[in-house]
């Protein structure tokens, strides 16, 4: 059963405009949302977080928005670059230090010219 | 941030072998965690690795197939054991900062094995 889900692949955005990267999860258990960046050839890192008691991350260019309601998490990168073109993985904990995380498959997302 | 390397980067192995996969941080950390990403899918945890004590596996994971070492905070192993083709994954080593009291993990670069 995946606990966390990104239903999109992969998504195609033009230079300078917004790219949005979806991710849902089925445990309201979860308290602390993770969104990380993954080059070929390279382990993932860290881009921006966000914990349960806030709906609205926002780091530089990229912003994070967490709907509790709907179990829904959200990407938000504005304006896009073509080095924004990478595998994005959300990530998803119980709460805020707890070790184990639990990632989505990844959307690849690829910014053209 | 922890800077990890793993060796090897990548290998090819023949069925019913062993490959052991190596950890480095360059500092000590407490906890070290061992992810699979079969192609085209999520990152998996297999297990988190101690020092000092027997490493934890997560279901579907055990330590006859994935033994682990840890002998200390700053290294770690991890060998697939037996190997077959559905074993072809990208290894990743990950650490956290107990520190920042927050859920980042930083990655090594990964271990890429084909199974033949």
């Known amino acids: 059963d995946q606990q966390v889900k990104q239903n999109s692949p992969s998504l195609s955005v033009q230079e300078g405009r917004i790219s949005i990267l979806n991710c849902d999860y089925t445990?309201?258990?979860?308290?602390?949302f993770l969104w990380y960046k993954k080059y070929p050839a390279e382990g993932p890192t860290f881009l921006i977080s966000i914990s349960s008691i806030k709906d609205k991350n926002e780091d530089g260019r990229f912003t994070v928005f967490l709907n509790k309601s709907a179990k829904h998490l959200s990407l938000h990168i504005v304006p896009s670059q073509p080095g924004d073109s990478a595998v994005y993985f959300c990530?998803?904990?119980?709460?805020?230090?707890?070790?184990?995380?639990?990632f989505g498959q990844g959307t690849r997302l690829t910014i053209n010219p | 941030s922890a800077v990890i390397s793993q060796k090897p980067s990548r290998d090819i192995c023949q069925r019913g072998t062993s490959l052991t996969i190596q950890c480095q941080v360059d500092s000590q950390v407490t906890m070290m965690f061992w992810y699979r990403q079969q192609p085209g899918q999520s990152l998996t945890l297999i297990a988190t690795a101690n020092q000092g004590s027997e490493a934890t596996y997560e279901s579907g994971f055990v330590i006859d197939k994935f033994p682990i070492s840890r002998p200390n905070l700053t290294f770690s192993t991890l060998t697939v054991s037996n190997m077959s083709p559905e074993d072809s994954s990208i290894y990743l080593c990950s650490v956290t900062d107990p520190g920042q009291g927050n859920n980042e993990q930083f990655f090594g670069p990964g271990t890429r094995l084909t199974v033949l």
């Open positions: 445990n309201s258990m979860f308290d602390y």
């Open positions: 990530a998803v904990a119980r709460a805020q230090g707890a070790q184990k995380l639990v």
